[in-house]
């Protein structure tokens, strides 16, 4: 069963600077590494995702910086806003089995002050 | 597009009760999941459907709680009987698996079912 670690549990970043949360994984069936994003009471939603053959991927904002041999991937937030705070989770690809499903990390709760 | 549909959005039962939740995915989207979140926790994969058929369900505490798909459109997961522990957000999320993660299906996520067991 795939494992998920997600550091750190929660991260207080003042406005406009760079909020970086990181993610390392045990197996993957295929490599699909994404970020989600979770309000209150909302459901998560996908902010950004990573695929097969590139190191990094930007948009926005936001970046995923990906180290196959580490097993380990990343997300930058540059210039972070009020409007960022919120959960972020990363998730990696279930290993086997045909399951086209995700394991999640146990997420960041992120914080930023005006 | 409209989204995944959940209901209902909140509920607080009794140990020892029966709770079923409903879900209505993306319309076209042949694949469903059910995940739980527990309070500061992310999201565990209970079961996974392709159309009517269960793909992975290795998760689910099967003696408790069971789901279905019959029409492979909308889905039920039901608890019966409840404990303490099951109190979380159960979230319902779909893709196309014709399509998948790699084609640019992300799982498409339900604002989910708060279920509190007192």
């Known amino acids: 069963q795939q494992q998920v670690k997600q550091s750190p549990q929660s991260l207080i970043v003042q406005k406009g600077g760079i909020s970086i949360i990181n993610c390392a994984y045990e197996n993957t069936a295929f490599d699909y590494f994404p970020w989600y994003q979770q309000f209150p009471g909302k459901g998560p939603a996908l902010l950004i995702a990573?695929?097969?053959?590139?190191s990094e991927k930007k948009e926005g904002r936001f970046t995923i910086s990906f180290n196959k041999s580490a097993k380990q991937f990343s997300l930058h937030i540059m210039d972070s806003q009020p409007g960022d705070s919120a959960t972020y989770f990363c998730?990696?690809?279930?290993?086997?089995?045909?399951?086209?499903?995700?394991?999640f990390g146990k997420g960041t709760h992120l914080i930023i002050q005006p | 597009e409209a989204g995944v549909a959940q209901s209902p959005r909140y509920k607080i039962i009794e140990k020892r009760q029966s709770v079923a939740f409903w879900c209505n995915p993306i319309?076209?989207?042949?694949?469903l999941y059910w995940y739980q979140q527990i309070l500061g926790q992310g999201p565990k994969l209970l079961i996974q459907f392709q159309n009517n058929g269960v793909v992975d369900d290795s998760q689910l505490p099967k003696d408790r709680f069971s789901a279905e798909r019959l029409k492979g459109v909308d889905s039920t997961l039901k608890i019966q009987p409840a404990k303490l522990e099951d109190s979380a957000v159960y979230l319902c999320a779909s893709n196309s698996p014709f399509q998948g993660l790699l084609r640019g299906s992300p799982l498409h996520f339900g604002n989910g079912t708060r279920l509190t067991v007192t």
């Open positions: 319309s076209g989207h042949a694949t």
């Open positions: 998730a990696a690809p279930n290993s086997g089995g045909g399951a086209d499903g995700l394991t």
């Open positions: 990573i695929r097969p053959d590139v």
